[in-house]
């Protein structure tokens, strides 16, 4: 069963930066995709970037340029880097890992707020 912890959270004034963790153990497949997601209040949860264990990577159009995503796959950890962070950012940021061996999992989600 695949376990998902994510770190890095916080509060950050706006144009600050903030670097999410989420470290994967019990993994069994080598091919697979990681993805950020997160959820404002009263919101839908939303993807904001993901990459495929080959390093593709995809970005929603509100963060690409400011963040990036990365991946360790020595550590089977994926990293989103958030810089020139605005209010509207603030959510809670979510990982997810899907193989077809594995499944799909999430972690429990770590708070991002972005105010002075």
């Known amino acids: 069963q695949v376990q998902l912890v994510e770190s890095g959270g916080g509060l950050v004034q706006p144009g600050g930066s903030l670097r999410l963790s989420c470290a994967a153990s019990g993994t069994i497949s080598s091919t697979f995709t990681m993805a950020w997601l997160r959820q404002a209040p009263g919101k839908q949860r939303e993807l904001v970037a993901r990459?495929?264990?080959?390093?593709?990577?995809l970005y929603d159009d509100s963060v690409r340029g400011r963040f990036d995503i990365s991946l360790d796959a020595t550590k089977n950890t994926v990293f989103l880097q958030m810089n020139s962070l605005r209010p509207e950012d603030t959510a809670v940021y979510y990982c997810?890992?899907?193989?077809?061996?594995?499944?799909?999992?999430w972690g429990q989600g770590t708070q991002v707020t972005v105010s002075s």
């Open positions: 990459i495929q264990s080959g390093g593709s990577r």
């Open positions: 997810n890992r899907v193989s077809m061996a594995e499944g799909t999992s």
